[in-house]
């Protein structure tokens, strides 16, 4: 696997000017499967090679387990390495590119959650601050890798977890049973899939964001996922926005002003988790 630390590409030098600090963008492999190579943008604070211990964030793209691009939070990425932190933006295969199920999806972020923490000392980062977040299906993955047992790459080293010590949901489809989201591509294998059927013990600390006006995911449903998770010790954090839809907090013209709100969340509950020093 170390052979994967080589860089596909590096240093592309992003002058970024939210704090003032330059940070870079590298790729990186991290998975061979098949004939498919799969890697991940990585986004890092300047300085980062003189520190051991800078806290992680792994994003997952959405689009249903079907579509989608690594790069879609690059804009929250940046934001995070100019507050200090390293940012990991994996690929992984979906049914568009690859013809592969959301089980496969799911095993792809597995892997890349123990490609971070199993190179932990390589990137320079504390294996024991690996935060996760994602949006819809990328929500999913991430809440996933928290809870979920099954959908392991059989060339994972299993002894290295794939559990975020944080997470940062937007929109997620946590609940893939037929009262939720996914089921026609899953069926009744959610009990084994589905977040909101697999908390067993205590969970990561969340922030969930959401839209009232969310077609995909309920507000009923993100208020049910919230009181399992604290039920479970953890601390969770449930924001509904209004006049708020599904992909809400993307950076476009149309949703500029839900971005920043959104991303101020972020940056608040990481620092109170002790992940961004302000």
């Known amino acids: 696997m170390k052979k994967l630390l080589i860089l596909a590409t590096l240093a592309i030098l992003t002058a970024g000017k939210l704090s003032g600090q330059k940070i870079t963008r590298d790729t990186i492999d991290y998975k061979i499967i098949g004939k498919d190579t799969l890697s991940m943008i990585v986004v890092k604070p300047a300085g980062w090679e003189n520190r051991t211990d800078i806290p992680a964030m792994v994003f997952f793209f959405g689009g249903g387990w079907n579509s989608g691009t690594y790069g879609q939070f690059f804009p929250q990425a940046k934001v995070l390495a100019q507050k200090g ?46 935060a996760a977040g994602g949006g819809s299906a990328g929500g999913h993955l991430a809440a996933a890798c928290a809870c979920i047992s099954k959908y392991d790459n059989y060339g994972d080293n299993l002894n290295i977890s794939p ?15 037929p009262d939720g989201y996914g089921y026609d591509r899953v069926k009744d294998d959610y009990i084994y899939f589905s977040p909101m059927h697999n908390i067993t013990e205590k969970f990561p600390d969340t922030i969930i964001m959401s839209g009232d006006k969310d077609k995909i995911v309920s507000v009923h449903t993100l208020e049910s996922f919230r009181d399992k998770v604290s039920a479970s010790g953890a601390d969770c954090e449930l924001h509904i926005f209004k006049n708020a839809s599904h992909g809400f907090f993307n950076k476009t013209e149309k949703t500029e002003e839900f971005y920043n709100e959104t991303v101020e969340l972020m940056v608040n509950f990481m620092t109170r988790k002790n992940y961004i020093t302000k």
Do not use: C
Request: hydrophobic share 40%; glycine share 4%; aromatic share 8%.
């Open 163 to 177: 559990r975020p010590d944080l997470l940062v949901l937007f929109n997620p489809v946590i609940d893939n049973s």
């Open 85 to 130: 932190m390293v940012v990991f933006l994996p690929d992984y295969r979906v049914r568009n590119r690859q013809g592969t199920t959301p089980f496969e999806s799911l095993s792809d972020a597995k892997s890349a959650m123990r490609f971070v923490r199993g190179h932990s000392e390589m990137l320079h980062i504390d294996e024991s601050r690996i």
